[in-house]
DNA sequence: GAGTGGTCTAGACCACACT
DNA sequence: GTGTGGTCTAGACCACTCC
């Protein structure tokens, strides 16, 4: 028997159901990440070592990572141990990026130029897709990705102001590798999941320079809202992809 | 012990490294699926009963179950007994389609009307990305969707024109319900995944009156490839979305 | 109450990585 | 060899559905 919550005995008339034990090993375990007892990168303790702390079986610890690995929280590793996470990683960089060569490779950009980065109080929009009050403090940046030398790629990303304190131009373009993964190492902001929202759009006058396109010509908007933990909003951007040479793939089951 | 092909004793060098039992169980489930022993909707033997004829523990058929559960080839029901997924399901038509209205709704169209439904021999790109040969009877078809009066989606289908013997612009307008579960009621044939190359497009001036805008409007171009078992591929389709009052939308994880 | 899937346990053994 | 995750088993009990 375990000191947890035990099945549903009484409680309320209209209780939430019931939560097997592994799912309250999974809350404990998600508590631990949410609260950094475990930084990205790093080993979690054996299934065994967290059976005797949570004293259950190991079986039940093993359905509990088992979900937290197929959400892309933790990552098994056979032979060596359960490991947190990260965007760090080789083959993991840039996981939400859905575009793709025509060709088929899948680019990592072989160029990134920022061309803004300031920091201003929130129009509505923004503020309310990011869980702000209106006139919170927010960063704003603007980046062209480019591959092979061509301009693909142009972002407008908006963040906290409060979670990202520090944030500047330089940092920024002192970087190498991927944006997430430099929040997560500078700013201990780990994206989990993400919505986005595509549309097709024209280029307008101001954009379509950067991109080398003509005003008009018509280009994939994708509005992305990247969430942390708990689902809370920590990031829009508005990407528009010029799609002549590459697509947007996605995988439909 | 199980009457199976027990683990990696010696075998040939280059062996395909380890399959461990239930993933045996799992290939023999899916090919009583592809083979049809229980038909869509319909419930597959219970896991104790499975257990039996494969002579394994009930956990190894579950474990079995579990990944082809997630893979949506079948559904559990608590109480009830595991089900082959099937397109017929009321909340489960139309899982393929990301168009969301920007309100958020997720709309069934409220109107489709074929436009061309021809048998040809097919083209040599058709022919290529349906794993045929070139000039292969393929069929055509040709439709528009309509959300709430207004045009929205205009679709080109290809098909093999073996696996869809007798189907015709009647039948097709006859039909009332998801598109994948009158392929699966009348040909036996079931999609299970696909994959989706997302562009921008400019209307063309075939198009554009049929979706009611003026050429050269920007259009999302939304090329699908579906798979059966085996990942054959069974269907090509072209649409182009009017994204100006709806999006695609998009889940990353 | 009978049957189904869902949970939990305890223990044995296998595959893999490090040392 | 030791420790880690991965597989497999057998059995008990729980939750849900239907009769």
Redesign the interface.
Known sequence: MSALASSNQEGEPQGPAFSPLYRQIKALILRSLQGGEWKPGEAIPSEVELAARFKVSQGTVRKAIDELA???LLVRRQGKGTFVATHAEEDIQY??L?LVSDAGRRPAPTQREWLDCRRLRSPAEIARGLGLGPGDPVIQARRLLRFDGRPVVLEDIWLPGTLFKGLTAERLAQYRGALYAFFEAEFGVRM???????????AGALEAPLLGVSE??????VE?RALTYGDKPVELRRGL?D?SAH???????
Do not use: Q
Not at 192 to 202: C, H, S, T
């Open positions: 197929t959400e892309n996981r939400f859905r989990i999941r993400a919505e986005e929202k595509v549309r097709a759009v024209a008009g010509m018509p280009l994939l908007s992305r992809y799609t697509h947007y793939r996605n995988e439909l089951s």
